[in-house]
């Protein structure tokens, strides 16, 4: 699979710009649907989380580098974006209680 654009190589970005592109969509469901909102946000978010680890572990082992260099994924990397990702998920999922009160 590649996904390419400008001459780079985007694969090791993939899942940033799903996660980025999910956070805003969530955002604008968010402010458009307003307070009653905020559980489906919430467990949505966490499905994001989950979709972007996922991404994060099918892509493929070693150094991967975009952008002449400047975005370099390795192994040590691809550690501390899941180890984030989970702290991520557990806050949510830890504080679901508190954000459903108005």
């Known amino acids: ?3 390419e654009s400008a001459g780079y190589q985007l694969l090791p970005v993939l899942p940033e710009l799903v996660l980025a592109a999910g956070a805003m969509v969530l955002l604008m469901l968010g402010a458009y649907r307003g307070q009653q909102t905020t559980s489906l ?3 949505l978010a966490v499905c994001l989380l989950v979709v972007t680890g996922v991404l994060e572990l099918m892509l493929p082992a070693g150094k ?3 952008f002449s260099g ?3 994924v390795d192994d040590f ?3 501390l974006k899941i180890l984030a990702l ?3 998920v557990a806050t949510l999922v830890l ?3 508190f954000l459903a009160d108005p």
Do not use: D, H, W, Y
């Open 41 to 43: 946000v919430t467990g």
């Open 70 to 72: 400047s975005f370099i």
């Open 95 to 97: 504080s679901a209680e």
């Open 86 to 88: 989970i702290g991520s």
């Open 64 to 66: 991967l580098t975009t």
């Open 1 to 3: 699979m590649s996904f």
């Open 77 to 79: 990397a691809r550690f």
